[in-house]
C-alpha cells in the first residue's frame, strides 16, 4: 500500500540553525502531502500541506515542496526557535486515510 | 478556535476488561476518526465514521472494537476485552468538507496491565 518514509531522529539544532527533515513517499497515484507536528503533551496539528505536483505548502516559516520526479516531500525551515522543537510527522492522504512516517523527533537549544 | 477534545487523558486497565475511549469533535464537521500510536511505532489509521456508519476500517480493527455516535456530539471507541497488545496511544480526529485535513485531538494513552 502507499506509505511514507521519513528521515529518523532525533535531531538536535541550535537557535537560528537551519532545518531538514527528509521524507520520501511510495504511492500508485499522486497522493496528498502533509506535515504534521506534535508539540510536547499535545495532539497533532496540521502545518502544511500540498495537493499537486509543484504545489509548496508553508507555514509558521516551514516549507515542503511536493517533488513528482523524486517521489519527496521534504521539510525545510531557515531559522529554527526553540519553540520549534516537537515531533514533526510525514504523512499522505490516499484510499480516504492518513498514512503517517515514524516521526522525527526535533530539539532546538537556545 | 474549535478543537477536538478526549477524555481521559490517560486510562489504565486491567487485561480483559472493556474500555471507552470518549472523543468531542468539531461541531460542523461530518467525519470522524481514529487513529493509534503505539509506543515507538508509526500512527496507525484505526477506522473512520461518516452518517452514523463506519466508512473505512483498518485490518487492526477486528471485532473487539467498535465505534459510536451516541448523542450529536462525542465520538466513542470502545475495546470490549483489552489486551497487553492494546496499549497506545489513540488519537481521534475529524474532518470538514475537505476529507484529507483532519484535526485531531491531544491522545488518550491507554495502559494494559
Known amino acids: 500500500g502507499d506509505s511514507v518514509t521519513q528521515m529518523e531522529g532525533p535531531v538536535t539544532l541550535s537557535e537560528e540553525a537551519f532545518l531538514t527533515i527528509n521524507c520520501t513517499y511510495t504511492?500508485?497515484?499522486?497522493?496528498?502531502l502533509f506535515w504534521y507536528v506534535q508539540y510536547p503533551g499535545e495532539g497533532l496539528q496540521l502545518l502544511l500541506k500540498a495537493t499537486k505536483a509543484d504545489d509548496k505548502g508553508s507555514n509558521k516559516g516551514f516549507e515542503a515542496t511536493y517533488r513528482k520526479e523524486t517521489t519527496s516531500f521534504h521539510l525545510e525551515k531557515g531559522s529554527v526557535q526553540v519553540s520549534d522543537s516537537a515531533v514533526y510527522f510525514c504523512a499522505l492522504w490516499s484510499d480516504y486515510k492518513l498514512s503517517f512516517g515514524a516521526g522525527t523527533t526535533v530539539t532546538v537549544r537556545a | 478556535e474549535p478543537e477536538v477534545t478526549q477524555t481521559p487523558s490517560h486510562q489504565v486497565t486491567q487485561m480483559g476488561q472493556e474500555v471507552i475511549l470518549r472523543c468531542v469533535p468539531i461541531s460542523n464537521h461530518l467525519y470522524f476518526y481514529w487513529y493509534r500510536q503505539i509506543l515507538g511505532q508509526k500512527v496507525e489509521f484505526l477506522v473512520s465514521?461518516?452518517?452514523?456508519?463506519?466508512?473505512?476500517k483498518s485490518e487492526i480493527f477486528d471485532d473487539q472494537f467498535s465505534v459510536e455516535r451516541p448523542d450529536g456530539s462525542n465520538f466513542t471507541l470502545k475495546i470490549r476485552s483489552t489486551k497487553l497488545e492494546d496499549s497506545a496511544m489513540y488519537f481521534c480526529a475529524s474532518s470538514g468538507d475537505y476529507r484529507n485535513e483532519q484535526f485531531f485531538g491531544p491522545g488518550t494513552r491507554l495502559t494494559v496491565l
Open positions: 504511492a500508485t497515484g499522486y497522493p496528498s
Open positions: 465514521f461518516y452518517n452514523n456508519e463506519i466508512s473505512e
